[in-house]
Nanobody, 114 residues
């Protein structure tokens, strides 16, 4: 099982990025898919998740700015990040969860700085 995350980078405040997570050896359609982030010196936190029927949930601080989408045909889950703030800086991880089983991707780094 592998979750390959990509799309991170350096962006100015107010900018946008699109993160993508591609699954191999796993059918993401069967999993609750989530994006987590870990800021320097802080614990990893859930940013957004989408369940198998497409219902989404977001961290309060990103509501209205981030959008999580899943494409079961492409076996991917994306996270659109708009109007980025310095507090959004961190390493973003893709996660697939099902009945206590959890798979993690390697992370992609997002830096928001002027």
């Amino acid at each position: 099982v592998q979750l390959q995350a990509s799309g991170g980078g350096l962006v100015q405040p107010g900018g946008s990025l699109r993160l993508s997570c591609v699954g191999s050896g796993i059918l993401i359609s069967r999993y609750v898919m989530g994006w987590y982030r870990q800021a320097p010196g802080k614990q990893r936190e859930l940013v957004a998740k989408v369940n198998i029927v497409g219902e989404t949930d977001y961290l309060d601080s990103v509501k209205g700015r981030f959008t999580i989408t899943r494409d079961n045909r492409r076996n991917t889950v994306d996270l659109q990040l708009n109007n980025l703030e310095s507090a959004d800086t961190g390493v973003y991880y893709c996660n697939a969860g099902l009945r206590g089983v959890s798979h993690w991707g390697q992370g992609t780094e997002v830096t928001v700085s002027s």
